[in-house]
Structure formats: C-alpha cells, structure tokens
C-alpha cells in the first residue's frame, strides 16, 4: 500500500483524536519503522489493518466505520494533492465513471507498484450510478466514503447502497442515487 495512504491515515487521526493517539497506535500495532512512512514509499497492508485495528481498540469505534470516515476524508485530500485527477469534472458521477479509466490509471503511472482495486461501471444515467467494486484489500467501507467525498465535494446530495456479492467483501455492488 502506498505511503500516502499511511500519512493521510496518520494526519486524520491526529486531527480527528489526537497526536498521543497516532502515537499510541503505532505502539500497539508495533510498526517497526514507528510510523515514519513517506508518501511514495510503499508499505505493507498488513500495517494499515494493524494501525485501525489498533486504533478501533482505542477509540471504541467498528474497523468500518472508522475506514469509512478515513475514505469521506481522503478524497478531500486526494482532490487537493492530486488536482489534476478530477480537473474537467463537474459532478461526482464524472468522477466516479472516471476511476478505473482515467484516475486510478494515472496513479499506476506515477506510482508503477500501487494496488489498486478495480472499479467498473455497470450502468450509469442522470440519476443513478452503479459500480462493482473488486479487491483482494476488502476496503469496500474505503469505497463508500470516497464516494460520500465525491458526492459533498461537489455539494451532491445522493443515497449509496452497497451490495456485497460475496462473503469476503472482495467484490461489492455500489448503486449512488441522487437525491
Ligand atoms: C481524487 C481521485 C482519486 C485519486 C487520486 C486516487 C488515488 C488512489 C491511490 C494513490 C490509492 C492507493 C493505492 C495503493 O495504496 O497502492 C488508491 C486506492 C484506492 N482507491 Fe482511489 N483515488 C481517487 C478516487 C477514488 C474514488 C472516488 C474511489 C471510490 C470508489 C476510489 C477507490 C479506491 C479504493 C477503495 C482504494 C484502496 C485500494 C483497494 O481497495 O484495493 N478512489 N486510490
């Protein structure tokens, strides 16, 4: 996974609860390197479980909840760090029909070893998007809130479903309606 990924998680949970937090979840996950990840690093997976599960220990909240919020968050931070990404695009659904062909593919360009979950649109209109979400990672909650992100970045209001289509949660069915 990449290292941005890891300093945004760290910068939410600073924000969000506080420094002796990110602290005391780097302890308790026992990161050796203690937390001093770089943006274009790369880092395993294992970590980030280890770090929420760490941190839902401490906070009392659910893994999904928590993953759920750290997505709403990051595509705020993505739509700052990496303009370019959505430049041209008006609406969430621009966005969101966009991921697979043309944000997530210009990431593995910059980044040639990111992981990268597969999203494909299903059917789209005016209205209502659906997608199918594909990942070994499981990170469909991370899913939901980048949606949830895309929705408010553009001050959309709109209902998202998800649909897992196994029990893994490798593959999941999103339908985004606009309210
Ligand atoms: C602002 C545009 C976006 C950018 C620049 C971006 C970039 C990235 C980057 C850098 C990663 C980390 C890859 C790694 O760790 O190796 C990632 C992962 C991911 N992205 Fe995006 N992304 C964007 C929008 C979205 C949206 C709107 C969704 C909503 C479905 C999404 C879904 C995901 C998920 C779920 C992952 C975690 C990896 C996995 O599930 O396997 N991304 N993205």
């Known amino acids: 996974m990449k290292g941005v990924v890891f300093t945004e998680f760290l910068e939410m949970v600073e924000s969000r609860f506080s ?9 308790d996950a026992g990161i050796k390197s203690g937390g001093a990840y770089t943006a274009v690093g790369s880092y395993p997976f294992a970590e980030m479980v280890a770090l929420v599960t760490a ?6 909240l659910e893994p999904q909840a928590l993953i759920y919020a750290f997505g709403h968050y990051l595509f705020g931070r993505f739509a700052l760090l990496y303009p370019y990404s959505i430049q041209g695009c008006s609406c969430a659904f621009m966005v969101l029909s966009n991921i697979e062909k043309h ?3 210009e990431v ?3 980044y040639p070893d990111a992981q990268l979950p597969h999203i494909e649109v299903l059917s789209s209109d005016e209205r209502c998007l659906s997608l199918l979400y594909s990942s070994p990672r499981c ?3 991370l899913a939901s809130g ?3 992100g895309a929705l408010d970045h553009f001050g959309e209001q709109g209902r998202i479903v998800a649909e897992p289509l196994n029990d893994d949660g490798s ?4 339908v985004v309606e606009l309210v």
């Open 19 to 27: 420094a002796d937090m990110v602290d005391d979840i780097i302890e």
């Open 55 to 60: 941190l839902s220990q401490r906070s009392g």
């Open 103 to 105: 944000i997530h593919q």
């Open 108 to 110: 593995q360009k910059l």
């Open 139 to 141: 990170l469909a909650p």
């Open 146 to 148: 980048l949606i949830q």
């Open 171 to 174: 593959k999941v069915r999103f």
